[in-house]
T-cell receptor
Framework: QKEVEQDPGPLSVPEGAIVSLNCTYS??????FMWYRQYSRKGPELLMY????GNKEDGRFTAQVDKSSKYISLFIRDSQPSDSATYLC????????FGAGTTVTVRA | KAGVTQTPRYLIKTRGQQVTLSCSPI?????VSWYQQTPGQGLQFLFE???????NKGNFPGRFSGRQFSNSRSEMNVSTLELGDSALYLC????????????FGQGTRLTVV
């Protein structure tokens, strides 16, 4: 079993829809949770960083962490074609452990 | 503030050769971590350097090595290249490692032929 499980998709939504992404994890030692966005042939770009259970909002992005269920989510509101990318969840003790990444396409 | 800079962006090497990749972290950041990204295995941790010392190491063979200089710049070396080493090598910079956020460079795409 992988430490971090993430459905690779692909996920295709119409412009303006809410994109919902999630990851589960098995290592209770994970304390810090991140979401990265990666465009093709680019490095991952940090979108959200959180270390506590609950919600964190930044513009159109909302990250949720439920440590009791070992489950994290990322929601993208009012999705745009420019949001089309691979989204990676990552969790950290001393190193980042990544999910497989979910490929998202937002159709204009 | 400049981001993480990795050079070169692209490399083509022959099996058996060695290669050195470079990473300049964000100014003021002291922790540099290296990751390998492949379609099959995703992103995997190679090692982390902090203040010129290797602090953590992933599960890669000894052909993969690195170092960090006093200005926090880091290099990664792969010796005796194999076809399976073809990947995107990513460097992540963070201020202190540990709990602090990690910011990635654009990566070096290595192709071994």
């Amino acid at each position: 079993q992988k430490e971090v499980e993430q459905d690779p998709g692909p996920l295709s939504v119409p412009e303006g829809a809410i994109v919902s992404l999630n990851c589960t994890y098995s290592n209770s030692a994970f304390q810090y949770f991140m979401w990265y966005r990666q465009y093709s042939r680019k490095g991952p770009e940090l979108l959200m960083y959180t270390y506590s259970s609950g919600n964190k909002e930044d513009g159109r992005f909302t990250a949720q962490v439920d440590k009791s269920s070992k489950y994290i989510s990322l929601f993208i509101r009012d999705s745009q074609p420019s949001d089309s990318a691979t989204y990676l969840c990552a969790m950290k003790v001393y190193k980042l452990s990544f999910g497989a990444g979910t490929t998202v396409t937002v159709r204009a | 503030k400049a981001g993480v800079t990795q050079t070169p962006r692209y490399l083509i090497k022959t099996r058996g050769q060695q290669v050195t990749l470079s990473c300049s972290p964000i100014s003021g950041h002291r922790s540099v971590s290296w990751y390998q990204q492949t379609p099959g295995q995703g992103l995997q941790f190679l090692f982390e350097y902090f203040s010129e010392t290797q602090r953590n190491k992933g599960n890669f063979p000894g052909r993969f090595s690195g170092r960090q200089f006093s200005n926090s710049r880091s290099e990664m070396n792969v010796s005796t290249l194999e076809l399976g080493d073809s990947a995107l090598y990513l460097c992540a910079s963070s201020s202190l490692g540990g709990s602090t956020e990690a910011f990635f460079g654009q990566g070096t795409r290595l192709t071994v032929v």
